[in-house]
């Protein structure tokens, strides 16, 4: 039972929302999208969002700026979250142009907003769960696609809220937060998504 609530942390981590998000919007638009544009959309924000972010953690672990990918010590989250805050504004402004992908580019404005709002509580020394702020906000934004698409996108929104629980009891188990670091995470992940859906909805 453990080993499943930790496939949980993996499985939908903050790097990898971001790419999933943008895989189902892909899946459910009806707008014509060509598919190597498709593909080269995927692929860039598989490199901005993931691989550069996972060696540039690696990289800071060997420098010895970070003790472990966990991100367990408040004050280490600081670098990344400002390193990711920078990849977040290059996805807005070179893979989802406002005209071509209002969804996307707004999905990500709200992204950054999150991003922005955790670097700032840890100046408070205050940790929210990343993993808990990431499916959250992924959460909206697919509720917020089956409105403004008008598709029938229920099993997509039922599996999302069952990995929310199924997150935070990794979380729980594996003693990387406490509940009020969940629910903090859950609503830095929730409100910009929320905010953002006036411009775009």
Known sequence: MFGFLKLGAYLFHPLLLPVYAAAIYFNKTPKFVEESVMHSSLLALLILMVLLPVSLFFLFR???????????????????????????????????????????????????????????????????????????????????????????????????LIANGWVASSRLATHSHTMPELIMGGFVGVVPQLIVLNLWL
């Open 62 to 160: 060997n420098i010895g700026w970070i003790s472990s990918l966990e991100l367990t010590e408040v004050r280490e989250r600081r670098l990344p979250l400002m390193v990711q805050g920078v990849l977040v504004l290059m996805v807005i402004k070179f893979v989802f142009p406002p005209y071509d992908y209002p969804e996307m580019y707004y999905f990500f404005v709200g992204v950054l907003f999150s991003t922005m709002t955790a670097l700032l509580l840890v100046f408070f020394k205050q940790k929210a769960s990343l993993h808990q702020m990431g499916i959250a906000g992924a959460t909206v934004f697919v509720i917020a696609l089956s409105i403004h698409f008008q598709v029938n996108m229920l099993y997509w929104i039922a599996f999302l």
